[in-house]
């Protein structure tokens, strides 16, 4: 049995400052992607991945997890946080 990972790749273009505009996702072997941008664990009845995810821009702090499967083998959640940079505020 073949272990699915998960590679993220982000677009250098960002809406938010220190939030991507959209990420790419690949895995080594084919399988069906499930995803989350709310912070949740996903689920098989979660979206599916079919192409870009394009990311919210109405958020602070924004949590993408990922959750792959063949059918056989499921792979671990992979989670990535995502938080606005925000510059030129008084503290």
Do not use: H, W
Not at 25 to 30: D, F, K, S
């Amino acid at each position: 049995m073949t272990a699915i990972s998960i590679s993220i790749t982000e677009s250098s273009e960002q809406i938010v400052s220190g939030i991507p505009r959209s990420v790419a996702v690949t895995t080594n072997i084919a399988c069906t992607v499930f995803y989350t941008t709310d912070g949740t664990d996903p689920t098989l009845f979660s979206t599916i991945y079919t192409s870009a995810i394009q990311l919210p821009t109405d958020q602070l702090v924004l949590v993408l997890k990922l959750l792959a499967t063949d059918g056989d083998v499921t792979s671990s959640i992979v989670s990535t946080t995502y938080k606005t940079v925000i510059t030129g505020q008084n503290a």
